[in-house]
């Protein structure tokens, strides 16, 4: 029987084996959920949806200013009163469109109702755009306005990756100044 002996394990062998892969298996366990851990933190406050400053938007989109002024030269002015735009249709009768002096874009937000993972994994995904806008209207008085749509892309804080255009969006009167 020379050779079998080497063949045989011994229990004492076999524990410390089983030992250390319960460690590395444990050490990778415990790693990845560290940054798992760490990724969920990093990516929720990445993808908030308010912005300190104005957002940045990478690829063929514009900003609320452009698509404001594309609204105003269309239009022939702004609303005093909240109105749903529709794309190629006119402004409804009953609301009245007043011509505007001038305006300034206080405040912008972006932001997707769905999460980093699912708006990377859809094969169109959209993105949610509000504007605060403060209006000067050409009879001397003043309105704040707020426009809000929704585009293609990706919103990831305060970088935006555009795919394309939406719909004019909604404008909601705040309020008015004389």
Not at 152 to 171: K, L, N, T
């Given at each position: ?9 011994s ?8 030992g250390k ?6 050490t990778i ?10 990724v ?13 400053g ?6 063929d ?5 452009v698509?404001l002024?594309?609204?105003v030269r ?11 735009l ?26 997707s109702?769905f ?10 995904p ?5 504007a ?8 001397a ?6 426009w ?31």
């Amino acid at each position: 029987m020379s050779g079998s002996g080497s063949c045989r394990l011994s229990l004492a062998g076999v524990a410390r084996k089983v030992g250390k892969l319960v460690f590395f298996g444990f050490t990778i366990v415990t790693l990845a959920t560290c940054a798992l851990i760490s990724v969920h933190f990093a990516v929720s406050a990445w993808g908030d949806s308010a912005t300190d400053g104005a957002p940045t938007f990478i690829g063929d989109c514009y900003g609320p200013d452009v698509i404001l002024s594309d609204i105003v030269r269309e239009r022939g002015g702004l609303p005093k009163e909240s109105v749903d735009l529709a794309i190629g249709e006119d402004v409804p009768e009953s609301i009245h469109i007043y011509p505007v002096a001038g305006w300034s874009v206080d405040n912008v937000e972006v932001g997707s109702s769905f999460s980093v993972l699912e708006t990377v994994l859809d094969d169109d995904p959209t993105y949610s755009i509000t504007a605060t806008i403060r209006v000067q209207y050409a009879d001397a008085s003043e309105g704040m306005l707020r426009w809000s749509s929704w585009r293609y892309g990706m919103a990831f804080g305060s970088m935006v990756m555009c795919r394309g255009d939406g719909p004019p969006g909604r404008i909601e009167f705040l309020e008015v100044g004389d």
